[in-house]
Antibody, heavy 119, light 109 residues
């Protein structure tokens, strides 16, 4: 059974940084496409990034230059490091296994980890 | 960037048919997917590639495209269908392949 668990969220001051984790079970992270999607309080879903199985990552413009996505194969975990945090980065951050049903489908989701940017 | 438009809300009585639209230029050239998100829960894929249903999604959920509009249709609407519905596009040839519509709140009267 596929299971995704995000962690690492919390309260951070503007300009700070965070590293989010997405621990997977039931499949191998590095063999799959993996995405990050976020949802600001009371707002809609927003695609953030996708990492293909070859390691290539694409980012939304609003995070480009501020995030690094990496994988730890020994831990079967995806990491999302974001810096220069802004107030509007406040959101629940979900990781999602991507592209199983069709190109770009977010087939399996974690429960999300909340990030609050506030002074 | 690619812009995707959804109506903020749709209301329907139980047993009736709900139609939720998603507009985008040349939408037929994109992979179009739909998600259901109930209050306090994570999103769930309900349709992919316009009209295909993942395992476990009822046949009451269907999809179509016409022109620059994709439509999610839910027949015989039930109280449990009340949720936010998001369309999502994917363009594998783009450096920004993923985009969501703003979401539509389906209210079952």
């Amino acid at each position: 059974e596929v299971h995704l668990v995000e962690s690492g969220g919390g309260l951070v001051q503007p300009g700070g940084s965070l590293r989010l984790s997405c621990a997977a079970s039931g499949f191998i992270v590095s063999d799959n496409y993996m995405s990050w999607v976020r949802q600001a309080p009371g707002k809609g879903l927003e695609w953030v990034s996708v990492t293909y199985s070859n390691g290539k990552t694409y980012y939304a413009d609003f995070v480009k230059g501020r995030i690094t996505v990496s994988r730890d194969t020994s831990k079967n975990t995806l990491f999302f490091q974001i810096s220069s945090l802004r107030l509007d980065d406040t959101a629940i951050y979900y990781c999602a296994r991507t592209g199983i049903s069709a190109p770009g489908t977010f087939d399996d989701w974690g429960q999300g980890t909340p990030v609050t940017v506030s002074s | 960037s690619y812009v995707v438009t959804q109506p903020p809300s749709v209301s329907v009585a139980p047993g009736q048919t709900a139609r939720i639209t998603c507009g985008g230029k040349n939408i037929g050239t994109q992979n179009v997917h739909w998600y259901q998100q109930k209050t306090g829960q994570g999103p769930v894929l309900v349709l992919y590639d316009v009209s295909d249903r993942p395992s476990g999604i009822p046949e009451r959920f269907s999809g179509s495209t016409s022109g620059d509009t994709a439509t999610l249709t839910i027949t015989r609407v039930e109280a449990g269908d009340e949720a936010e519905y998001y369309c999502q596009m994917w363009n594998s040839h783009s450096d920004h392949p993923g985009v969501f519509g703003g979401g539509t709140q389906l209210t079952v009267l």
